[in-house]
């Protein structure tokens, strides 16, 4: 496996007018030739994939570019392949089709809340993780309903995501799933209460809750490990140890930490990061 960190000391995480962590001006590191980092450090950009919906990881700013801490992971890579952060694209995915676009080269590589699994592992690969969330359940402020957990939900109408590991592990529970595109898009139904509960990952729901003060909130009561890992093609093996890399080196050298701080870490503690994968695609 060809090592992944060409040169040293090209993660450091600096602050931008906009609020968010982003790393300074690229150095310009060499990697063998032929390599996934080779032809984007040499193209001297990267397509990224991101949501655009969700607050505090991947939502879409006064700019037009979204902001979040999985927008600041992507800068964070792309600083080290020597790409700065105005030449990154950043291209809207959602849970359905976040592995056609790595498929079908749409986008070199995605950073959007997007859970490692086996069966996604069939048709990509995975680098991280670098976050590890958990499955919970948004309802109206008061929780009129005495909802404790996805037990109580049987039978009734609940929202989230077609696509997404959040509905196949609801379904379980032999809820009413009601699907959309976007959680965002659930909030009207729950309103309007034509579903009783929204259910993702916890921090995508505290995002959401913290974006409509007052109106909703979380349980705090995760029901699953969801592990965050950062999507690229299929057995590229010499581009998810760069990777691992990277995030190991941002570990370490307080870039994760920052990154975090100035997103998620408004509205959520600052968790330990979890250790990378090496051993499975």
Request: glycine share 10%.
């Amino acid at each position: 496996m060809i090592s992944a960190i060409a040169v040293a000391s090209i993660l450091g995480l600096g602050a931008c007018a906009g609020g968010e962590a982003t790393p300074p001006a690229a150095e310009t590191p060499t990697f063998e030739a032929g390599t996934t980092m080779a032809k984007l450090a040499d193209a001297g950009t990267i397509t990224i994939g991101t949501k655009f919906d969700q607050p505090l990881f991947g939502l879409k700013g006064p700019s037009g570019d979204p902001v979040g801490f999985d927008v600041e992971i992507g800068k964070i890579i792309a600083k080290s392949l020597g790409i700065a952060a105005d030449k990154i694209k950043w291209v809207e995915t959602v849970s359905k089709n976040r592995e056609p676009f790595i498929e079908n080269k749409t986008v070199d590589i995605v950073v959007a809340t997007y859970t490692i699994n086996d069966k996604r592992k069939e048709v990509i690969s995975f680098a991280g993780p670098y976050y590890n969330a958990g499955q919970d359940i948004l309802v109206l402020a008061g929780n009129p309903e005495g909802i404790k957990g996805p037990e109580d939900l049987k039978g009734k109408n609940v929202c989230s995501v077609a696509g997404s590991t959040s509905e196949k592990n609801i379904a379980e529970y032999g809820v009413n799933l009601i699907t959309t595109d976007t959680y965002s898009n659930c909030l009207e139904p729950l309103r309007q209460g034509k579903v009783i509960a929204v259910t993702t990952d916890n921090v995508i729901l505290a995002g959401l809750a913290d974006q409509n003060a007052g109106e909703f909130e979380v349980l705090s009561n995760p029901f699953t490990e969801e592990p965050y890992g950062i999507g690229l093609g299929h057995d590229d093996d010499a581009f998810r140890t760069f990777i691992n890399d990277v995030l190991e080196k941002a570990y370490a050298d307080g870039s994760w930490k920052a990154a975090w701080e100035s997103t998620a870490g408004k509205v959520l503690k600052t968790p330990e990061p979890p250790a990378v994968d090496r051993y499975s695609n």
